[in-house]
């Protein structure tokens, strides 16, 4: 559609090296698509929010990032998604070390049912970051420090996660995401399931976080998108109809679908 | 603008509520402004006092404007075209209670003059008051309308008034230079034209929120280059000459 | 209060919700409910009721076979009976000639007991098979031989009857197998204090016999235990795997499908056909011996793979997604994820329904009819190829026999079954918890 050229002043604008960069990407559910060909820019350091309604494909997008759709047997993706310029389709590339990469947080808090300490190390684990224990104890403890849940659990490390409050266990899964070092974390509506406080803390996060990683944001809530992001893209029935600073979005966006969305008049 | 309605019926009653009073008090306004000017080349000291007594519902008119807009803001947070509604109608509020009090303003000083001599240069009052109701009307009509080319040429006509303003400023100061006795109506004179041009200035300044409400921009960047200076540089010339 | 009441019964009542009409409709509803409860608790009472009575029948036949009549008599241990050949080695005894020692005792104890009839009368208050008691004494205690010791032995099925109830003593003479002089000689026995009810140990250390004062389960349930392993064995690892496979890995199409009517229609098969594939497959095909606990095994194996395989689906599949997505997010492999998360989760659940399983396995007789495992077999099986009994065919055999001492070595039998049922379940409630503790 003509988002591209609406886009691309908007584009010139960032000084930023582009981090992720999708190009004509297309989504199928078996014989039905998904997605119509998304062409966006993601800029490193940079907090992109999707929005869209129900069903406009922004989750669906969000997971060809870290190709967590390959888990969808009938789900095939067209197109180039590049991230710092390599193709993460190019089936050379391995997807255990792109998810490494590519770290992601899910709209439901899902702690493992372990404890904190080994909710975080599981990933630098997995992937053999670390092997003595004191490597481990330093990981937990930047990792949480970093997801600012340090001093809520310090002292009961080893007790289980999911006995922590909501907003602490989506904090938890953030450590968890954050303790491999990722470049690029995707978070998929990470605070509809949370109350205003523990909102307003990731919301927090989620900008301090900004200065390390690169961050991709699927939300419903177009407040969270207007507070949290940098530039906000607006999906609608599988097209990327519109993305631009978060500002502009917020107040003169151009085309007129994204006018009756954010104003509530989406028909 | 918007192709469909709020899903939310009550915002959109709210908005409507809102553009209605900023309609209403800008009919008052400019029924305030004539009224003024006419008090001033009829010396009519009556009418002098009533326009000065309906200030009054301006006032009331920009609280309930300003406490719908706050409400607003607070409980429904309106975004894009919304945010501007709402912004726009407290900025128009803010204008128009000021032309509202010029206008008060003028009649206040109509009364003095109606006990001074007639000066030559009040001739010059009705055509500029003429002209700001002219370009109220217009820039309030352009709102209610949401017409951009209306605003536009509405606030294209603040040069002609700034022109009256010029020579009428320049006039009274012969006046005043050839017989002081002449200073005290010249000098009421001078402030009913600059209430006038001030009152100009805030329909403008409408003109602009209509054209930043419905384009999302702001108008000066369309703006002639040339034009800018033109009110601001005659002032401080003609005090010095 | 008039001009209220006065118009409410013509005009329309305030809400739909007050008024009669809305009461009248309420009250059926209560009324509903009521009867529905009245219901549920009616069938719960039916099922306790049933319950009750067949524990308090099986407890009331059963509990007496855990106790025996003794008999003390003085039996002198001549060498030269039991020993003809002098090698003072007891593996070379004469085994039947530990019942003439008895029979010897019994004479001495009644001297003037001398005709033929009346002897033969005498030999049946005490067990045929006393012998067989005797001879296991002295073989732990090879020293005794040529002494005069007073030894407690097993009186007959009909001598112990008699005591225990299960035959009325006042019945007329020709209706029991115990005639008018027996009950006289037991009688005097009991008098000089040599009659006793001593705890059945035999039942828990012998196995089948012809003779049920010589009846024990011990064999049985050996065979049970070693069938049970094979069966745990080989049904465990495969329902799990195929589980985890069809749950976790299998593409879904229209084979898979296919496969997976199979497994449920497989769990519905009735269980004397897996017997048929066992005796074709197992015994015509391989080979294997009748009645071993192995082919036993292997029957009940595949017996409950469909159960296992079907309630490790069900464990699996209520493992939450989101947990698997974690995993995938945070760069694990499908295996890792199934083997660190999935399957951990799943495991309480997996228990469940093996235990379950094994449980519905360890009552099955039909299939182990079909293999050969109703054989009278009176030891207990050394290997998991030899011939061998399980409980329940036990039960089966015992439930055919003609004498009044089987009947309650059946309940017995039951008894002991329904304990082994108890602990099972018990060990699967007890690990479920540990384990749902643990995640």
Known sequence: ?267 | MSPTEHTVKSFEAELQRLSNLIAQMGGVVEAQVEAAVQAVGRRDVEGATKVMQGDVRLDEFERQIEHDAIRMLALRAPVGVDLREVLAALKISADLERTGDYAANIAKRSIALAQLPVMRPAGTIPRMGRLVQEMLKDVLDAYIDRDVEKAVAAWHRDEELDDLYTSLFREVLTYMMEDPRNITPCTHLLFIAKNLERAGDHATNIAETVHFLVRGQPLTAERPKGDKSSFTIIEPVEGEG | ?439
């Open chain 3, 1 to 439: 209060m008039t001009e209220i009441a006065e118009p409410m019964p013509t005009a329309m009542p305030v809400s739909l919700h007050t008024g009669d009409a809305a009461t009248k409709r309420l009250k059926a509803r209560y009324a509903a409910e009521r009867r529905f409860r009245l219901y549920g608790i009616l069938a719960i009472l039916f099922a306790c009721s049933m319950l009750v009575i067949l524990l308090s029948t099986l407890l009331k036949e059963g509990t007496s076979a855990f106790f025996q009549t003794e008999v003390k008599l003085a039996v002198t241990i001549d060498a030269g009976t039991i020993d003809p050949q002098g090698t003072g080695n007891p593996a070379e005894w004469d085994r039947g000639a530990f019942q003439t020692l008895v029979t010897d005792a019994l004479y001495k104890a009644f001297p003037d007991v001398t005709g033929r009839t009346e002897k033969r009368d005498l030999r049946g208050l005490v067990s045929p098979v006393a012998g067989v008691r005797l001879g296991q004494m002295l073989d732990k205690n090879p020293a005794l031989v040529g002494q005069t010791i007073e030894v407690w032995l097993p009186a007959s099925d009909g001598i112990n009857q008699i005591v225990k109830g299960g035959i009325d003593r006042d019945l007329p003479e020709i209706e029991r197998p115990i005639n008018d002089k027996q009950l006289a000689w037991f009688d005097s026995l009991q008098q000089r204090g040599d009659v006793k009810s001593a705890f059945n140990t035999t039942f828990f250390t012998a196995s089948d016999s012809n003779y049920p004062e010589l009846a024990g389960l011990l064999g049985a349930a050996v065979g049970t235990l070693l069938t049970m392993l094979v069966t745990l064995a080989i049904s465990l690892p495969i329902g799990v795997a195929a589980a985890v496979y069809l749950e976790e890995f299998a593409p879904k199409n229209r084979f898979t499908e296919i496969i997976e009517v199979n497994i449920n229609n497989l769990a519905a098969v009735p269980s004397i056909v897996f017997g048929l594939l066992g005796l074709a497959v197992f015994l015509n095909f391989f080979g294997m011996p009748r009645s071993a606990p192995l082919v036993g095994g292997l029957v009940l194996g595949l017996l409950v793979l469909p159960t296992i395989i079907i309630a490790s689906r069900a464990a699996l599949k209520a493992v939450p997604p989101s947990i698997r997505e974690a995993a995938l997010g945070m760069g694990a492999s499908r295996l890792q994820t199934v083997m660190h998360h999935v399957l951990p989760l799943a495991m309480p659940g997996i228990m469940t329904g093996t235990i379950i399983g094994m449980a519905h396995a360890v009552g099955e007789t039909a299939p182990l009819l079909m293999i050969g495992m109703n054989a009278f077999v009176t030891s207990a099986p050394d290997s998991l190829l030899a011939s061998s009994s399980v409980l329940p065919v036990q039960i089966f055999i015992w439930a055919d026999k003609p004498e009044r001492g089987f009947v309650e070595l059946t309940s017995a039998a039951i008894l002991v079954l329904l304990a082994f049922l108890i602990l099972m379940n018990g060990a699967a409630i007890w690990l479920r918890k540990k384990f749902e503790r643990r995640w």
């Open chain 1, 1 to 267: 559609m003509d988002s591209m050229t609406l886009n691309k002043p908007v584009q010139a604008a960032v000084t930023q090296p582009v981090k992720v960069s999708a190009r004509d990407v297309k989504v199928y559910y078996g014989a039905k698509r998904a997605l119509h060909g998304v062409n966006v820019d993601i800029y490193q350091n940079e907090v992109l929010a999707m929005i869209g309604p129900s069903g406009c494909g922004k989750s669906t997008f969000l997971r060809t990032l870290n190709r967590m759709n390959d888990t969808i047997d009938i789900c095939r993706v067209e197109g180039k998604i590049l991230l710092d310029g390599e193709d993460i389709y190019d089936p050379k590339l391995d997807v255990v070390q792109l998810r490494a990469r590519v770290g992601m947080v899910f709209q439901k808090p899902n702690p493992f049912p372990k404890s904190i300490y080994e909710n975080v190390i599981y990933g630098p684990k997995l992937h053999g970051l670390a092997t003595r224990k004191d490597e481990f104890d330093a990981i937990v403890e930047t990792s949480l420090k970093r997801a600012g849940l340090w001093n809520e659990v310090k002292d009961r490390l080893h007790e289980p996660g999911t006995g922590l409050s909501g907003g602490q266990q989506q904090r938890l899964c953030i450590a968890r995401a954050v303790a491999v070092s990722p470049e690029v974390i995707l978070m998929d509506e990470p605070c509809s399931a949370l109350d205003p406080i523990a909102t307003a803390h990731i919301e927090e996060l989620i900008d301090e976080l900004r200065e390390s990683f690169t961050i991709a944001i699927v939300t419903h809530n177009m407040q969270q998108a207007a507070r949290v992001s940098q530039r906000t893209a607006f999906f609608h029935l599988g097209d990327l109809v519109e993305v631009g600073d978060t500002e502009e979005i917020f107040t003169n966006p151009r085309d007129e679908r994204t006018q009756g969305y954010i104003t509530g008049r989406y028909g």
